[in-house]
């Protein structure tokens, strides 16, 4: 690299500066004195890291919130609308009974949320923490706003979480009466009905909000055995609240219930027609379609990936109730909150394992029963004060648990069992979580 030296520099800028002030017509002692003022330029590196820290500190963090507005003039009702508009957050709420929730690319493994564990990623809505993905599962039509908090968030506003917190506040009662009816229609069969009626009960002191929702279509594709639309809608629900205002208290209860009976639980596409094949091009066995001819007599129904030909898929049939009050009280400047909810959620699993028309497996599905408790008592200075303050308590109680089914084979799993001679064959009685298997005789 070749070096300019100082003197190269001063040079040139007095040369720079005559030209510039002999076409001002300025005098030669004016350019005398500009050149005595110029300075050797030096320039300080500091540590790259920490100025990209302050850069990043300096610089505003962007901040996405659903408003009513935009929920209904977008159509956007359930979490999965939601993340089209929140970047960072992907609920993957497939099932009632299971969720992969993540903010920032930060998540949990498939099934990671399923009865008694708990994800990195928290959901609130109206100021309670539900941990279960069924509390999640549903429409939500009364929206106020939606936004994502990151974490991790302590245990300032309830349950700490790691990722951060997705947040929904609905709309508050009004004492002026309204009500909408709203219906939209789409393709795949898809009929949404929402209601929303609030007004006052009595004048300046009690409100009340009456919201529910149907929401149904025919799925994105159709079993050509069954005739099942699989990944349907199927859902309603209904939620009414009471809002108390008084001189120094606020109370707001809300009581909600929503159920779903769809088909979530479709895993099985067809199997492909494959084969195993060494490096040495041995074929040790046969194709995928030649074992199903040759076990059960018959050509395999399909290979086509868009479509199923199951015999007895099933629906995923959830229901979920919530209640809770919020109580306000302002003692003086600071105002004292107790926050008590309690909820039930039940769901089944009748999802099949059999494909290209197979009478075989019912996978061992699981009822699942989850009830939460929860209460919080916050004491809070007022805002934009030179000194702020909160302090708290939060518990939460939750009673989870599954109850198996027992396993139901069909006609044709006896053939796929190696060694099957033709005889009839007992299965044998067994325990699985704790209940009995009923025994089933099948035949050829």
């Known amino acids: 690299m070749k070096r300019i030296g100082v003197e190269t520099l001063r040079g040139t800028a007095l040369r720079t500066s005559l030209a510039i002030y002999a076409a ?6 004016a350019i005398a004195q500009d050149a005595a003022q110029i300075q050797d330029v030096q320039v300080t590196v500091g540590d790259p890291g920490e100025r990209r820290k302050e850069e990043v500190l300096k610089t505003p963090r962007a901040i996405v919130v659903i408003d009513p507005v935009q929920a209904e003039r977008e159509h956007l009702f359930c979490l999965d609308d939601f993340a089209q508009k929140l970047p960072s957050y992907r609920p993957n709420t497939v099932t009632p009974h299971g969720s992969r929730a993540s903010i920032r690319g930060v998540g949990i493994a ?10 990195a990623t928290g959901f609130m809505i109206d100021n309670v923490f539900w941990i279960y993905p069924a509390f999640q599962w549903g429409d939500f039509v009364d929206l ?3 936004e994502v908090a990151l974490g991790p968030q302590g245990t300032a506003f309830g349950k700490n979480t790691t990722v951060g917190n997705i947040i929904l506040r609905t709309q508050l009662p009004s004492f002026t009466r309204k009500a909408t009816i709203e219906s939209s229609y789409g393709n795949y069969g898809r009929i949404t009905e929402k209601v929303n009626v609030t007004g006052p009960i009595v004048d300046d002191k009690l409100a009340y909000r009456l919201s529910g929702y149907f929401d149904k279509s025919d799925g994105y594709f159709h079993d050509i055995v069954s005739g099942a639309g699989y990944l349907n809608f199927n859902r309603w629900g209904v939620r009414g609240q009471l809002l108390f205002t008084g001189d120094e208290i606020t109370d707001r209860f809300i009581a909600s219930y929503g159920s779903s009976n769809e088909y979530n639980d479709y895993v099985n596409g067809p199997t ?3 084969y195993l094949m060494y490096a040495n091009g041995r074929v040790p066995a046969a194709t995928f379609a030649q074992n199903f001819l040759k076990r059960l007599g018959r050509p395999a129904f399909l290979w086509r990936p868009y479509d199923a030909a199951l015999t007895r898929q099933g629906t995923d049939p959830a229901y979920v109730y919530t209640f809770s009050n919020e109580l ?12 008590t909810a309690y909820g039930f959620a039940g769901n089944k699993q009748h999802g099949f394992s059999d494909g290209n028309n197979l009478v075989e497996l019912k996978s061992t599905g699981m009822d699942t029963k ?7 008592f916050r004491l809070a200075s007022p805002k934009d004060q030179e000194l702020e303050w909160r302090v708290g308590f939060y518990s939460v109680y939750e009673d989870a648990g599954n109850e198996m089914h027992h396993t139901d084979f069909g006609s044709d799993m006896a053939v796929q069992r190696d060694n099957y001679d033709g005889r009839l064959a007992t299965i044998k009685l067994a325990k699985l979580g704790g209940r009995r298997v009923v025994a089933r005789r099948l035949s050829v």
């Open 272 to 274: 492909g027609d494959s």
């Open 24 to 29: 001002a017509g300025l005098t030669s002692t």
């Open 328 to 339: 306000n009280w302002q003692l003086g400047d600071n105002t004292f909150t107790a926050i």
């Open 110 to 119: 498939s099934g990671g949320t399923g009865v008694g564990s708990q994800s």
């Open 370 to 376: 989850v009830g939460q408790l929860s209460q919080e």
């Open 144 to 146: 106020e706003s939606v």
